[in-house]
Nanobody, 124 residues
Framework: VQLQASGGGLVQAGGSLRLSCVTT????????VGWFRQAPGKEREFVAA????????YYADSVKGRFTISRDNAKNTVYLQMNSLKPEDTAVYYC??????????????????WGQGTEVTVSS
């Protein structure tokens, strides 16, 4: 069971990046996939999540209107399109898979499988 995140890098404020999370088929089927991030010296926080159907998404208030999460189940891949990036978006971004109930989608403890993280740096 593996998740692999990629797509991070260095970008100027206002720029865009697209992160990808590729999972094994077993992990992907029926699972909600979320993105979390951890900035230096801070706790890991929820960013966005998408349910198996792809039609239900969740976002942290800090990224609403700027980030878009989507999934392609045929490719076992979840994407996080990040636009209008800000220096405060700088963090290591992790993707995770789990089966959280609707009211607890932002709770990282309910995600069973985690990728290794990809670093995003936004310069001002």
């Amino acid at each position: 069971v593996q998740l692999q995140a990629s797509g991070g890098g260095l970008v100027q404020a206002g720029g865009s990046l697209r992160l990808s999370c590729v999972t094994t088929a077993r992990t992907f089927s029926g699972y909600t996939v979320g993105w979390f991030r951890q900035a230096p010296g801070k706790e890991r926080e929820f960013v966005a999540a998408v349910r198996w159907s792809g039609s239900t998404t969740y976002y942290a208030d800090s990224v609403k209107g700027r980030f878009t999460i989507s999934r392609d189940n045929a490719k076992n891949t979840v994407y996080l399109q990040m636009n209008s990036l800000k220096p405060e978006d700088t963090a290591v971004y992790y993707c995770a898979a789990g089966r959280p109930i609707t009211s607890a989608t932002t709770d990282e403890r309910l995600y069973n499988y985690w990728g290794q993280g990809t670093e995003v740096t936004v310069s001002s």
